[in-house]
């Protein structure tokens, strides 16, 4: 069946980077945009912006500019996210989502949750 | 960016009764190229990811019973549950993808009695 299976939590000091694997199964990963959400404790839910596995290519939100970078790595069908330059704000779960063909969040990982602590 | 507010933010329901969501967007998500109206709606039940119940508006995604539907136009959105279930427990967000950066709602929290 379909699945996002995401890296396990992970704690980091602030200014330094994360990096968030996303690896997938049971569909044809470059078919289908991933995209990734962010869910700060006790929070709601923000969008942060996507990739394309096929051709690589990205869209970030303006909040997320500079800070994050999406990439893929076909040959294992698994999607990333770096954030860097990480303060305490940045402390959630962050979570991958496919995007299906109604460009709506069908299928989602389980989420990583990223601490920011000194 | 485009602001979704839902209300009421906390909904206790009675199962087998009927609840209703309200989400409201700062900009209008009906495309008029396409006639379609962008906005979903997704549940996130107690430790788990969300799911998708409702896109487009009013469609329902697979697998996801009769009971929820979607209505709306313009601004004004709607998510329905007509007969609640203790299943049905959880945070809903609406969410629109007319234009970036795509938004959410800040949720409702639906507890059954």
């Known amino acids: 069946q379909v699945q996002l299976v995401q890296s396990g939590a992970e704690v980091k000091k602030p200014g330094a980077s994360v990096k968030v694997s996303c690896k997938t199964s049971?569909?044809?990963?470059?078919?289908?945009?991933m995209h990734w959400v962010r869910q700060a404790p006790g929070q709601g839910l923000e969008w942060m912006g996507w990739?394309?596995?096929?051709?690589?290519?990205?869209y970030y939100a303006p909040k997320f500019q500079g800070t994050v970078t999406m990439t893929r790595d076909t040959s294992i069908s698994t999607a990333y996210m770096e954030l860097s330059r990480l303060r305490s704000d940045d402390t959630a779960v962050y979570s991958c989502?496919?995007?299906?063909?109604?460009?709506?969040?069908?299928?989602w990982g389980q989420g990583t949750m990223v601490t920011v602590s000194s | 960016d485009i602001v979704m507010t839902q209300t009421p933010l906390s909904l206790p329901v009675t199962p087998g009764e009927p609840a209703s969501i309200s989400c409201r967007s700062s900009?209008?998500?009906?495309?008029?190229?396409?006639?379609?109206?962008?906005v979903d709606w997704y549940l996130q039940k107690p430790g788990q990811s969300p799911q998708l119940l409702i896109y487009?508006?009013?469609f329902r995604a697979s697998g996801v019973p009769d009971r929820f539907s979607g209505s709306g136009s313009g601004t004004d959105f709607t998510l329905n549950i007509s007969r609640v279930e203790a299943e049905d427990a959880g945070v809903y967000y609406c969410m629109q993808r007319i234009e970036f950066p795509w938004t959410f709602g800040q949720g409702t929290k639906v507890e059954i009695k």
């Open positions: 989502a496919r995007m299906n063909y109604d460009s709506a969040f069908d299928i």
């Open positions: 900009q209008s998500l009906f495309h008029s190229d396409d006639g379609n109206t962008y």
């Open positions: 487009t508006l009013s």
């Open positions: 990739i394309n596995p096929s051709s690589g290519a990205t």
């Open positions: 049971g569909y044809t990963f470059t078919g289908y945009y």
